[in-house]
């Protein structure tokens, strides 16, 4: 069955079109967004909701959405979308982070033209019938230092416009490398360096708790007087009443911002200041950037429900669509392993330590260490899935670590699962053979090639003559047929396993008439998803 994805907000019909194109079902609603009630009545139909800001994906929603599995944000901002609640129900959150990135720095330039002339002021005078010239003094941008709070993507273009301005630049940004500030042009520098360097700043970092009142009333005063401040990234990076004090007394010569802390900003201490420019979040608004954002969206979801590529989400590593169709195997490898560890205790997990060796080592390891983590909490919550694994095991506070190395054993390369508990660790190692099998390869040490089914047996013992015979009988008496059969030990007469591969469940009963024979350590009965 092809998935159906809504579309509650304003798309473009060529968007719409994708999924079409692309064997999806669509039902285009646009208006259902501001409908709360009636989006509830319809959501649980859907695989996929594409969104603008209109929509607000609550948890509340979401507890409706019973088959929703990805949310697409036609733009950056996902402040109407409940990740957290999204990530606990296994719903992937995609926005669309790089198509308005032009828009948005061309209209940063903008505000540092129109507020460096005055242009709103002048505009305004002269539609008035006033000829003010002389009132309306401005400064040129060339030969003046730009400061960058933020040189990522949107930040980079600035930059890079900037340069074009012959303009100095200068950029705070603590993930700024020194190359890349040499591709951009500009010079890297601590905040405080650029607050008293530059004679306009210009702001393009998140809104984060780092990032809130980045220009504080402090941060302020530590400017060169006369400078200029440009915000066209997230309301709530400046102190906006401290901005104000510092305008009225010109320490601030003028300020051009695009975004407020609270909107729709239909108030502001800011408004109708005359060394202000302000705009009603305009930054993404052009027709190009809405047209890009709308056909981005639609290919990222179409993607992830039809190939499992994962692009630009919040709550799940990136996955290409090429890296899904080579790591298939690997991942359902990966989420076996976890299985093995999460069933084979009932303790509280400390830690769970992941090696991959060899060519596994080079892939996703993100997505590989989910699908751990996923096999693992899944044996005791069964609702438990490949976004909401990583949430899970850090509220119980689980250790992950990752290890990669190069080639050193027989196979080509393989993956190590070790869990810690506060009584002891177990391990499990796996690889996927040239059929795309995955198989077991070791468990606690010792070496096996276990070909991994649905319904599995696993048995630890002293190693001693008639294991096998006890297993095959055990089994042939309650009518169990063993599909196949996997012997291992560390060496005669010290530890050994059985891995038996059933056609069918095995009845609790049988476990404990092998308990009770005294032969056996461990008799665990394993399941397995290998759909």
């Known amino acids: 069955m092809a998935p159906r994805v809504l579309v509650s907000d304003e798309l473009s019909e060529t968007a719409v079109q994708i999924f079409r194109d692309r064997g999806v079902e669509v039902d285009y609603l646009p208006k259902l967004g501001k409908d709360k009630d009636e989006l509830a009545k319809l959501i649980g139909q859907y695989d996929g909701l594409a969104i603008r800001s209109a929509t607000k994906v609550t948890e509340k929603l979401l507890s409706l959405a019973t088959n929703l599995k990805v949310v697409g944000r036609a733009g950056i901002g ?11 129900k296994g719903v992937i959150v995609m926005n669309t982070p790089f198509g308005n990135s032009i828009t948005t720095a061309e209209h940063a330039i903008a505000m540092m033209f129109a507020v460096a002339r005055q242009i709103p002021e002048a505009n305004a005078s002269t539609h008035a019938g006033k000829w003010e010239k002389s009132k309306f003094m401005g400064v040129e941008l060339f030969n003046k230092t730009l400061g960058v709070i933020g040189a990522g993507n949107i930040g980079g273009i600035v930059c890079d416009r900037a340069v074009g301005l012959k303009m100095k630049v200068v950029a705070y940004d ?127 979801m179409a993607d992830y429900l039809l190939t499992g590529a994962v692009q630009n989400a919040l709550n799940m590593p990136n996955v290409t669509a090429e890296e899904a169709a080579v790591m298939g195997p690997w991942v359902k490898l990966a989420s076996h392993l976890g299985a093995f560890i999460g069933q084979m205790t009932d303790e509280p997990i400390k830690a769970i330590n992941i090696l991959y060796d060899g060519a596994v080592a080079d892939m996703n390891l993100a997505a590989l260490n989910q ?47 070790t869990m810690v508990t506060d009584s002891r660790e177990r391990s499990v190692a796996g690889t996927c053979f040239s059929d795309g099998k995955p198989r077991f390869i070791q468990i606690k040490g010792i070496n096996i090639d276990a ?53 069918q469940p095995i009845d609790p009963k049988v476990v404990e008439t092998l308990e009770s024979t005294g032969m056996f350590q461990q008799v665990k009965p394993l399941e397995f998803d290998v759909a």
């Open 78 to 88: 996902v402040d109407n979308v409940d990740i957290p609640a999204a990530s606990k």
């Open 174 to 300: 603590p993930f700024l490398s020194d190359e890349r500030a040499r591709q951009l042009g500009v010079t890297k520098v601590e905040l405080d360096d650029l607050l008293a360097r530059a004679d306009f700043i210009t702001l393009h970092v998140p809104l984060t708790d780092k990032t809130r009142n980045i220009l504080s009333a402090e941060n302020i005063a530590k400017t060169k007087r006369g400078v200029r401040i440009i915000n066209c990234a997230r309301g709530g990076l400046i102190d906006e009443a401290a901005l104000k004090a510092a305008l009225e007394t010109g320490h601030v010569a003028g300020a051009a911002l695009d975004v407020f802390e609270t909107e729709p900003a239909t108030e502001n201490p800011l408004f109708n200041l005359p060394n202000v420019v302000c705009t009603p979040h305009l930054g993404a608004s052009t027709t190009e950037a809405q047209e890009n954002v709308a056909l981005q969206v639609a290919e990222q």
């Open 371 to 417: 699908s751990v983590i996923a096999g693992v909490m899944k044996a005791h919550n069964p609702d438990v899935n490949l976004v909401s694994a990583p949430i899970v095991a850090k509220e119980r506070g689980i250790q992950i670590s990752t290890t990669r190395q190069d080639k050193t054993g027989t196979f080509d390369a393989y993956i190590k699962v």
């Open 451 to 503: 070909e991994i089914g649905q319904h599995m047996l696993y048995t630890t013992n002293e190693d001693v003559p008639g294991i096998i015979g006890l297993l095959g009988m055990t089994m042939g008496k309650n009518g169990v047929n063993i599909a196949n059969f996997t012997l291992g030990r560390s060496g005669v007469g010290q530890d050994a396993i059985a891995i038996l591969y059933l056609d």
